[in-house]
Each structure stands twice: as structure tokens, then as C-alpha cells.
């Protein structure tokens, strides 16, 4: 039985005037129904990448699908016609993009937008679409949904906003979700607000999730399994108690260490030293041996495999002893 998606060594690259930029090269897991993976890394990892060659949104070129899978309930993504994919995205795989007023039109209400998606995909009329939309609102916590249908997108909140966007992503009933950083820029409240929203539709709906996000605390609120991603690959892969128990991989070590801790005070935060590398230069070797403290010749002349250590716990380096 296939999972309900599958990525399977999937390798997205760019083509740039500085050369190749390889931004998910070999990138695989899994999700399936009623289950939350957290994508977790920080910016210019690959983690939107990944989700928008789910969706299949990324222009071709300069963006070039060089190798693996993406199936959907057994079916491959990538080997689709623009026509049939137009039928998955946005009815079956919907997407919470990451900031909502650059994703909703600002020229049109947000019922309408709402609306569309819904008469594209369930054939219902105008007016059964705005019943749909309205009703919509309402279950994304909207108050006065009938006069909230007709307001634009600059005369709301952004946690208003956001919450336009999950009505939209959720009103055709998918059966996946990807909900990239749905809770950026948003005050503690709302953040947790709109997290309860998600867990409680995903929960009557029986949708698989993936949430991506830099923040390891929305990671552990929401999530059964978590992939630590950095520059393009998986370097880490488990369950939630296995990730913030037994950290394997320094990166995500690196990670947790840098959250701060209530009631200790502390001087300075800790944090990585350096960034992540452009996609154009990865160094050879392992892609952490520049940021790494515990990194030696071997890692910085050999790539290290994903290796599993515990049940369904892996990860990528070549010193695990080293950070255990």
C-alpha cells in the first residue's frame, strides 16, 4: 500500500549565469494520512523548494526536475501534463504559502478568491460557491464571515490574512497540506491559534501535512516525525522524541542548542557559526564541514550516507561518536 506521498530522491537544480544551483539534490520521505512531518532548516535549505516542486510551481526553466520522484497516492507528480496537474494542485495537495499578502491578490476580495478555487474545482455555481466560502471563514475563526467576504486583503490583520489563506488552501477538502511557515511574522497568540486550527482540520479531515519552518518549538508542538534539512539534503530523520531526545547529526544539535531556555540566563545565545553555502558552491565532502566543530579531512573530502542508528532514526555524518 503507497504512502499517500512519497519523495523519493528528488533532485531540484536551477540554472543560473554562476553555474548549477542544486537546491534539493537527493531528498527523500514520506508522509501519509492523519500524519504531520516537520520540514525544519534554516533559509536557503531547500525546504520551499521542496514544497513548490510538489505543487510543480516552479518555472521550468530556470528550475529543472534532474532526477526521482514525487507520488501521490502511488502516482508520479513529475511525469504529469500541466492539465492534470491543474486537477491535484489546489483541490487534492493545497498549499499555505508563507507570507499571505504577497499570495492574495490584492485587486479582488478575499470571498472571492476563495470562491474561485472553489467553483474551479467543485463545479458549484456562484452562489453555492460563495455559501462554500462563507461557510469557510467561519471554520478558519473569521468573525462576521458574511461581511469578511467582502473586505480586501490590506484591510485585514496579517493573522486575518493568514487565515484567509488556510480557508483558501482547506475549502476544496484536500487530502494533503503543505503549510510553508504559516505562522511567520504572527505574535505568539495567533501563532498558536492558527497551530490549533491546523492540528483540528487535519484531525477531521484525515490530511497528511508537511510543515516547514525554522522554529524547532512549532516543529515539537505539531509534528509526529521530523526531517532536518540543510543546503539541499536530509542530514537528519526521525520522531519528534527521537530529534529532541537524541539529537544524532551536530547541525541539529547546533539547532536545539540555540533556543533559548526559560529560566536560565545566559550571557549569549548560542548559535552556528557561518551560513549555509549558495547552492552554486557547495563544498566538496560533507556540505556541514565548513560550520562543523567536530569536522575532519574525511568529512570535508567524502559525502557521508544517511545511516539509520536507531528504528527509523538516521542521519548523514561521519562523526555521530564524536557528538553523542
Known sequence: ????????????????????????????????KHETLGLVGESGCG????????MRLLPTPPAVYAGGEIRFNGQNLLALS???????????????FQEPMTSLNPV?????????AVELHQRLSKKEARAKAIEMLNLVGIPSPEQRF??????LSGG????????????????????????????????AQILELIKGLQSELGMGVIMITHDLGVIAEVSDRVAVMYASKIVEYGSVEQIFDRPLHPYTTGLLNSIPRLGKRVERLNVIDGSVPAATAFPKGCNFSTRCPFADEHCR????????????????????????
Open 1 to 32: 500500500m503507497p504512502k499517500l506521498l512519497e519523495i523519493d530522491h528528488l533532485q531540484t537544480y536551477f540554472k543560473t549565469d554562476d553555474g548549477v544551483a542544486k537546491a534539493v539534490d537527493g531528498v527523500s520521505y514520506s508522509i501519509d
Open 47 to 54: 525546504k520551499s523548494v521542496t514544497a513548490l516542486s510538489v
Open 82 to 96: 500541466e492539465n492534470d496537474m491543474r486537477q491535484i494542485r489546489g483541490n487534492r495537495i493545497s498549499m499555505i
Open 108 to 116: 479582488f476580495t478575499c470571498g472571492s478568491q476563495i470562491a474561485e
Open 150 to 155: 467582502d473586505d480586501y486583503p490590506h484591510q
Open 160 to 191: 486575518m490574512r493568514q487565515r484567509i489563506m488556510i480557508a483558501m488552501a482547506l475549502s476544496c477538502n484536500p487530502e494533503f497540506l503543505i503549510a510553508d511557515e504559516p505562522t511567520t511574522a504572527l505574535d505568539v497568540t495567533v501563532q
Open 301 to 324: 573530502n567524502e559525502e557521508p550516507p544517511l545511516i539509520e542508528y536507531d528504528a527509523g532514526h538516521t542521519a548523514a555524518c561521519w562523526k555521530i561518536d564524536a557528538t553523542a
